[in-house]
């Protein structure tokens, strides 16, 4: 389907970005530049995305030279380097993806680093994008940056491309997908990014105590912000959950929007989903229990279809909120016949505890260490239920793949938990999920017995499967909403 949007002419839109799936990917970042990109390319927008050729995309994936950006210079630094663009297939979509390619910066084994010119490597990204339309003369309507990797790209805009014609009429958004990277780097750096000329316009307060935050640069130069869900949107502007940066947050309310991120349904359907043995929809659910066997098979997990199935997949770290479960999942394990299926990797403290769960539940808990898609979409379709209980949630994308999938997810009430996820309500039979506040061990555990209790009741749980399968979050929606903040923007 492609979009409503019919008043007014393509836009010219270029997303920049370090992640974008499939070719580099370690959380939701990449699955939203690849989607909204999609869309709107599908919606007849110019729609371009820039990323870094990191080593495991070079050669992971084919990819062609463009002609006319090859070995190209810039000047950076105090110093000139090369870079040349190939263009990598994006699956299902006309969109061009420019991989920039500058092995110095990025042929190294992963996405991110410690090294000390990570700044570097990512503004370098950001001044690639700006050349790269200069070279093709392309006259950009808005540049999308996303996170603090490209934070730095409108204030590059402003202060060191503002004589160019072509960028007369340029705006630029930034995306926070998680405000707790912000791309704090020791002053020192700025000579490094070229910016050493522009220290008047950085943050004071900063420069004195001897930083600089990319991702605060970039909301006080970009021309909108934008956040990955409305409550988050809400959030960050307090103490609690803006990580400092409320304040500016704040003072720049009214060019701060929150859009919940879309779903790939193209990715992410248990209908034509090639990740998983069989495959199912609303009106023939026949196939999730057969996920579910093949799951518990793969995971070594006894399977009995009157165990109801606790999926999880995340990154482990302290927003996830595992810390909850340290208590929980021993004790429901204790108490109760489930199954436990964890998949993800992180921090030590997490991937101890999950690795002993396992051994303490043989043939019940099951922990996986990998980065598998395949699995994720295995433990999406195979789990009876899925649980998130982060601690704070810019949007998240399991939940709502989760109720794609029939497998209501269980979650803590923050960010895009609390606006995509309805509690349900066995009177009325409505809602799709189940949902806690306080960030407590008891409010997990109540609201575990408490879905698993509902689960009980084959009937009306059928209803809130269906309730959550027909949801509609795809980017038909959400797309346009992107839109209409790009139109917005150049008409000002
Ligand atoms: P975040 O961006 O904070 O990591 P999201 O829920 O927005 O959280 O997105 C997480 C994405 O990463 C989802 O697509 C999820 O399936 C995927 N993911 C996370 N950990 C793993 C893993 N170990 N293996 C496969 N996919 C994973």
Redesign the pocket.
Known sequence: MSSPDTDGRPLRVCLVSAEV?PFA????????TAALARYLSRARHDARVVMPMYRRVREGFESKPVTGLQDLELELGGRGWYFSVSKLALPRSGATVYAVRCPELYERPGIYTQDADEALRFAFLSRAALRIAQQLGWAVDVFHCNDWHTGVLPLYLKAHYAWDKLFERTRTALTI??IGYQGVFGESVLASLGLDQDRKLLLQEDLQAGHVNLLKTGLLYADAITT?SRTYAREIQTPELGMGLEKILTERAEDLVGIV?GVDYGD?NPRTDPDLPVRYSFRDMAGKQECKKHLCSRLHLEYDPGAPLLGF???L?A??GFELCYEVLPKLLGELDIRVAV???GEPRYEGFFTELGKRFPGRAAY??????D???QI?AGADVFV?PSRY???????M?SLKYGTPPIVRRTG?LADTVQQWDPTTREGTGFLFGEFTTSALYDTLRFALRCWEDEESWKVLQRNGMTQDFSWDVQGLQYVELYRRLIVR
């Open positions: 799936a990917k370690t959380g939701g970042l990449a699955d939203v997908h998680n990955v991120n992410w997949v995340s990154r770290t927003q996830k998949l993800g990797s996986d260490r990998g980065y598998k898609e699995l994720s979409h999406e998130m949630e810019p949007c998240g994308l399991n939940q793949y895009g």
